[in-house]
T-cell receptor
Framework: DGGITQSPKYLFRKEGQNVTLSCEQN?????MYWYRQDPGQGLRLIYYSQIVNDFQKGDIAEGYSVSREKKESFPLTVTSAQKNPTAFYLC???????????????FGEGSRLTVL | AQSVAQPEDQVNVAEGNPLTVKCTYS??????LFWYVQYPNRGLQFLLKYITGDNLVKGSYGFEAEFNKSQTSFHLKKPSALVSDSALYFC????????????FGKGTSLLVTP
């Protein structure tokens, strides 16, 4: 079945450590996104990528980094510079047709990061 | 900037009654609007979208939404609520400044009681 796989589902990190969250999709989607979810704040965009080897900062990119070396993969690194990294992280993808009816976002099941 | 607002943090409804979850939008140009549902510790599931055309949009699990341009609203509705509809609901609008990313509201928690 096609879909988006995020791993790990739960992750614990000590302060000062970098951690990388994996996101893989087999939907043949062009665009991929990372969102952060905090209680009562909805989802906030961290980074997005519309094509391989290109990505753009979203609203809250500070303290995060990404790469897009393959169409299927869009890993997110939470660096030690991120001051409050404990959150639920969601990866999504969409078919980027360039037309008005470019499809909706498909989401993975999320990764919950807790900083100890 | 393209944005949506969900004025209610929580909506309570009895099973079998109709439900409405409210959303208003603020956009320049034509709005592309979406509704998603999230169950605890899960990802978001797409319910429906409005791109153009008929103002009444039908989606998954019996949900529908009405686009109202004069009131800048896109309320989610269901004629008869189920206990299993209890979840967190997000309204979203496409952000033309961030590729095809979506800007989400803060979410509305729906509780359907037996």
């Amino acid at each position: 079945d096609g879909g988006i796989t995020q791993s790990p589902k739960y992750l614990f990190r000590k302060e000062g450590q970098n951690v990388t969250l994996s996101c893989e999709q087999n939907l043949n989607h062009d665009a991929m996104y990372w969102y952060r979810q905090d209680p009562g704040q909805g989802l906030r965009l961290i980074y997005y990528s519309q094509i391989v080897n290109d990505f753009q900062k979203g609203d809250i990119a500070e303290g995060y980094s990404v790469s897009r070396e393959k169409k299927e993969s869009f890993p997110l690194t939470v660096t030690s510079a991120q001051k409050n990294p404990t959150a639920f992280y969601l990866c999504a993808s969409s078919k980027f047709t360039g037309g008005a009816d470019t499809g909706e976002l498909f989401f993975g099941e999320g990764s919950r990061l807790t900083v100890l | 900037a393209q944005s949506v607002a969900q004025p209610e943090d929580q909506v309570n409804v009895a099973e079998g009654n109709p439900l409405t979850v409210k959303c208003t939008y603020s956009v320049s140009g034509n709005p592309y609007l979406f509704w998603y549902v999230q169950y605890p510790n899960r990802g978001l599931q797409f319910l429906l979208k409005y791109i153009t055309g008929d103002n009444l949009v039908k989606g998954s699990y019996g949900f529908e939404a009405e686009f109202n341009k004069s009131q800048t609203s896109f309320h989610l509705k269901k004629p008869s609520a189920l206990v299993s509809d209890s979840a967190l609901y997000f309204c979203a609008v496409r952000d033309t400044n961030s590729g095809y990313a979506l800007n989400f509201g803060k979410g509305t928690s729906l509780l359907v009681t037996p």
